[in-house]
């Protein structure tokens, strides 16, 4: 990769960019849901052309030998499972909840798994301890949440 693609920079612009994708990904797959009558039925089509685009990346980069693949602990292949039940979950519930509200309930979810999985150095990812400023942070999200769901003051 090249030197440039590796910066801090760039790798948190490509994560940004990302974030962004997420809630258009969302409306747009609980819209065709809806019209579809059927989140799982949008859930398959989204996972079809994610497996296109993924097939086609795949093609122009070197292949993992099959010894490679079978290597790997089954563990490491239930990041599908999570993928297939958020895609499913926000595809069903954000339509009846509202986008907002199902992005920022998610967020929560990733910001607490986030930290206990830092704390704890789970899935070999190095330990970062949870510290009063993260706990804070995540106190703040919350309240954000509250702030987002309950109905406008009118004054």
């Keep these: 990769m090249a030197n440039?693609?590796?910066s801090t920079?760039?790798?948190s612009t490509i994560l940004f960019i990302a974030g962004i994708g997420i809630p258009i990904m969302a409306s747009l797959n609980s819209g065709l849901g809806a019209r579809l009558e059927s989140p799982v039925a949008a859930a398959f089509v989204l996972f079809l052309l994610a497996l296109a685009v993924t097939a086609a990346l795949l093609l122009m980069n070197p292949l993992p030998s099959s010894?490679?693949?079978?290597?790997v602990?089954?563990?490491y292949y239930l990041g599908?499972?999570?993928v297939?039940?958020?895609i499913l979950s926000i595809t069903w519930i954000a339509p009846k909840i509202g986008l907002g509200n199902a992005?920022?309930?998610v967020l929560c979810g990733q910001i607490v798994a986030a930290a206990i999985i830092d704390h704890h150095g789970l899935f070999?990812?190095?330990k970062t301890p949870i510290t009063t400023a993260r706990i804070v942070g995540i106190g703040l999200m919350g309240l954000g949440l509250y702030m987002a769901k309950k109905p406008p003051i009118v004054m």
Excluded at 67 to 71: G, I, L, S, T
Aim: hydrophobic share 60%.
């Design 124 to 126: 070999y990812v190095p």
């Design 73 to 75: 602990p089954t563990r």
């Design 67 to 71: 010894n490679q693949v079978m290597e």
């Design 80 to 82: 599908g499972l999570f």
């Design 9 to 11: 920079l760039v790798l």
């Design 84 to 86: 297939a039940f958020y």
């Design 103 to 105: 992005i920022f309930l």
């Design 4 to 6: 440039w693609l590796s």
